[in-house]
């Protein structure tokens, strides 16, 4: 299983990016797929997720609104768009998949993108 965060970058409040996380190893069309986030001196938190097919999404309150989780399974690919960002959302951000093998539940990981919002 392999997922590798992209996208990440400085910009200035109110800005906009957009992350992807490109995922193999495993079948990406039947997992539910999440993106998280771990700011400095903060544990990691749940951002938003989003349903094997996409038909469904949920979303930490504080990024209602502004961000949108969607994917393509065509690419294996699901992605966090971003906008009227704040120095708040400033954190690594994580893409995430549970993967059951043999009745046990395994937790995976990228290696993370860096947003920074900053003036």
């Known amino acids: 299983v392999q997922l590798v965060e992209s996208g990440g970058e400085s910009v200035q409040p109110g800005g906009s990016l957009r992350l992807s996380c490109a995922a193999s190893?495993?079948?990406?069309?039947?997992?539910?797929m999440s993106w998280h986030r771990q700011a400095p001196g903060k544990e990691r938190e749940w951002v938003a997720s989003i349903t094997s097919t996409g038909g469904m999404t949920n979303y930490q309150h504080s990024v209602k609104g502004r961000f949108t989780i969607s994917r393509d399974n065509a690419k294996n690919t699901v992605y966090l768009q971003m906008n009227s960002l704040k120095p708040d959302d400033t954190a690594v951000y994580y893409c995430y998949a549970q993967i059951w093998r043999n009745g046990v539940p395994y937790d995976h990981w990228g290696q993370g993108t860096q947003v920074t919002v900053s003036s």
């Open positions: 190893g495993f079948d990406f069309s039947r997992k539910d």
